[in-house]
């Protein structure tokens, strides 16, 4: 059974819940955009930057295309020094910063000489067999080639840019610049990306240029050539993701034909991503606790009443435990007059939320409620201590002699008409009075929920009025509680079977299965009669059960083996196993377990368990007849069953109880009622035992009055299973020479 929660506990676990989920929607969206938002912004820088340094880089290159085409076609090879040449001049003085160039000059085809400013060619050097000059040459055309690496002694990494020298349309030499690598590598170098981005150049398939130069790591070129490969263009869509890097790669450069790659790691995007969604989630929350404190502030007084209300019950429209208990401190013990405690406990609420639906449960309170409410006097107050028990609170009159208390009682143990049918209800009441029994509320609902607890040993009563004594009693029984945990994983429960004789014959056709209990942690024998009340008011009762039919099985099993002939067996079924969503599953696996048949077991049930849910009671009792049990009813006539039950139950034996059959020889009236339910009994095709027979006179009125069979102290106590063949065996002897006398 779940707790109850407060609705001003829901509230705030509600607005606490929303105020979680909207902050935690808040930060997925804020990361999202954030994250989307930083992604674009950083694509943009970088096409903004590729763009900016390709027009540079273009400028750079178209110029100096320019510059030595024009130098190439005004150059006159016949002899002119090239300081002396007007082109060389012409240049000199529109670049006087040279662009980055490094040489600057001009080569013969026919015999390789090489007029060059500036530098002194290597002893047998020939430019005629460098790649550039032999890519110029065959390209016939103003270009740039690729990167290399010079022979000078610092090796130097240059870019040269060749121009066709022509006389009569024939080719007759190269006209070339060399600009420093490095010079167009610093234009990059300048450019900051941020987020420790990089910039490089690479050729038109991927490959890095002159890498030892550009000291760029080469895991990425693989994928920067798959991505050219792909044909990716300057487009934003084209930016791409790797494992680690965020790459962008721009279209060639004109004339050089390398494209420049922008590399950004994502780890650092990342971060950035988180720390400026952490900054909007700080402002949004700060922003929202103020709101928040804003909004007390300015609306305590009209929260007051909200919540005073939700501290009502949802159902019931009662107070709830804490506004109960904070009316009768303020309201009722200040007067300092007497009054009394009730916590008053529905004994079946769990059985009963099982079985009908949320909407009959809430009827069903309501219900409750009323009836509570008539009985109480005029100064009291009513309250929810949970969904299965009320909480009251009266002031006593004078000469109050548990008049209000037996007619509450008498009232709540009334059916219940709901939703078109009758629904029983189990009800206890612990009750305490102030100031004799405490002083403060918390003491007297102690003591009460103490009263309540020592109920369980007093089957009739439905209602305990706490005294000191009770505390002792409730120690009591949590020592029998605990020791009953320990006993039932020791296998300290033992059975003992007592016979049943048929009263015509003599002959003994059953016995009843009884358990027995010597705790070693108490150091004593205890009675059924103390540890069953508390196995059923602790939720043990299961557990015992299910010890006690295993063994009962066995024992059955065991004396089949040895050929020993017991018709019946018959086993005591509390209303909880009987209820158990499990106890007929379980029951039909143990019996199939030791291969014992289902017409060898009688199963005993008590009128009261009828009375907790008829409908599921009769519907698994049906079950269990069915599939070969007898069902008996146990200590006929002390409980409130309707007779009706009797022609709805699939029942073979009708038990009366012992409180019937005391002094039946001397008791008339006793008499009458035991031949009226004996003949109605067998009206009814029931068989019919008397229980605790402990004289002849008293088996003798019963054989008189027609009952079949009798158990009792007068045949024999309850037996161990050995004593119990030994019984039987004696009695068989015994048969046996009365009919040899007799003979």
């Not at 600057?104 to 530098?119: E, F, H, K, P, R």
Request: hydrophobic share 45%; charged share 20%.
């Amino acid at each position: 059974m779940m707790l109850r929660i407060s609705n001003k506990n829901k509230l705030i676990a509600s607005f606490v819940a929303l105020l979680l989920v909207g902050l935690l929607a808040s930060t997925t969206v804020a990361y999202f955009h954030v994250k989307k938002r930083l992604e674009v912004a950083i694509q943009q820088e970088i096409q903004l930057k590729a763009d900016l340094v390709a027009v540079k880089l273009n400028h750079l290159t178209q110029n100096t295309i320019e510059q030595v085409n024009h130098f190439a076609l005004h150059l006159d090879l016949s002899g002119i020094e090239l300081e002396q040449h007007p082109s060389f001049e012409y240049f000199l003085l529109r670049h006087p910063n040279h662009n980055g160039l490094e040489y600057l000059g001009y080569v013969v085809d026919s015999d390789g000489y090489y007029g060059i400013a500036n530098w002194q060619a290597p002893a047998g050097y020939d430019p005629r067999k460098r790649p550039w000059y032999i890519e110029g040459k065959k390209a016939n055309t103003a270009r740039f080639g690729k990167p290399y690496i010079s022979v000078d002694s610092d090796l130097q990494a240059l870019l040269a840019v060749t121009a066709p020298i022509t006389q009569n349309s024939k080719f007759v030499g190269l006209a070339t610049a060399h600009i420093k690598f490095d010079y167009v590598l610093a234009i990059l170098r300048d450019l900051d990306l941020g987020l420790a981005g990089k910039a490089f150049l690479v050729d038109q398939y991927g490959n890095l240029d002159l890498p030892q130069i550009q000291n760029v790591d080469l895991t990425w070129q693989a994928e920067v050539k798959n991505i050219i490969k792909q044909g990716v263009t300057s487009s934003l869509n084209n930016a791409t993701n790797s494992s680690t890097q965020l790459f962008y790669i721009t279209d060639a450069i004109e004339h050089i034909a390398s494209r420049i790659v922008f590399a950004v790691p994502k780890a650092a995007v990342s971060q950035k991503i988180y720390q400026d969604t952490l900054t909007l989630l700080i402002k949004f929350l700060l922003i929202f606790i103020l709101v928040m404190f804003a909004l007390y502030l300015s609306n305590r007084h009209l929260l007051a009443p909200l919540f005073n209300y939700l501290e009502l019950d949802s159902v019931t429209r009662l107070p709830s435990k804490k506004h109960f208990k904070q009316q009768i401190t303020q309201d009722f013990l200040p007067l300092n007059k007497p009054g009394r405690l009730l916590i008053i406990n529905m004994e079946n609420f769990s059985r009963i939320t099982a079985a009908y639906p949320a909407t009959t449960v809430n009827l069903l309170q309501n219900k409750i409620k009323e009836r509570i409410q008539l009985q109480l006097t005029e100064h009291s107050l009513l309250g929810n201590f949970s969904e299965s028990r009320y909480i009251a609170y009266y002031q006593l009159s004078e000469g109050d002699n548990n008049e209000l208390l037996i007619a509450l009682t008498s009232a709540l143990s009334q059916l219940y008409e709901v939703a078109g049918g009758e629904i029983y209800c189990n009800f206890r009441i612990g009750v305490c009075d102030f100031p004799e029994h405490g002083n403060d509320i918390e003491t007297l609902i102690d003591n009460s929920f103490s009263a309540l607890a020592s109920i369980s040993r007093q089957h009739n009563n439905t209602f305990a009025v706490f005294t000191p004594k009770i505390n002792q009693q409730f120690s009591d029984v949590q020592k029998i509680h605990n020791a009953m945990t320990k006993a039932l994983y020791a296998k300290e429960f033992t059975m003992v079977y007592q016979p049943q004789i048929n009263s015509l014959s003599g002959e003994l056709f059953a016995v009843e299965a009884l358990v027995r209990w010597h705790s070693k942690a108490l150091n004593r024998t205890v009675s059924p009669a103390e540890f069953i009340p508390i196995a059923e008011s602790n939720g043990l009762m299961v557990s015992l059960g299910e010890n006690i039919i295993r063994q009962v099985f066995s024992q059955v099993a065991q004396w089949n083996e040895q050929g020993l002939t017991i018709a019946k067996v018959s086993i005591n079924i509390s209303p909880q196993q009987l209820l158990a969503h499990s106890f007929y599953d379980n029951l039909m696996c143990w019996i199939n377990d030791v291969k014992v048949s289902p017409k060898q077991i009688e199963l005993e049930i008590t009128e009261t368990s009828l009375l907790q849910d008829p409908t599921a009671s009769i519907a698994v009792l049906n079950k269990l007849n069915q599939c070969g049990f007898s069902i008996a009813i146990d200590d006929f006539g002390t409980g409130y069953s309707s007779l009706e039950y009797l022609n709805t139950m699939p029942l073979h034996k009708l038990k009366i109880d012992r409180s019937f059959v005391i002094d039946l020889d001397k008791k008339t009236k006793s008499a009458v009622l035991v031949k009226t339910i004996i003949a109605m009994a067998h009206n009814l095709g029931l068989e019919v035992l008397a229980e605790g027979v402990e004289n002849q006179a008293e088996a003798s009125t019963l054989q008189v009055l027609g009952c079949d069979n009798i158990q009792g102290y007068l045949y024999s106590k309850p037996l161990s299973a050995p004593d119990l063949v030994d019984y039987i065996a004696k009695r068989e002897q015994s048969n046996i020479k009365q009919l040899r006398q007799i003979a």
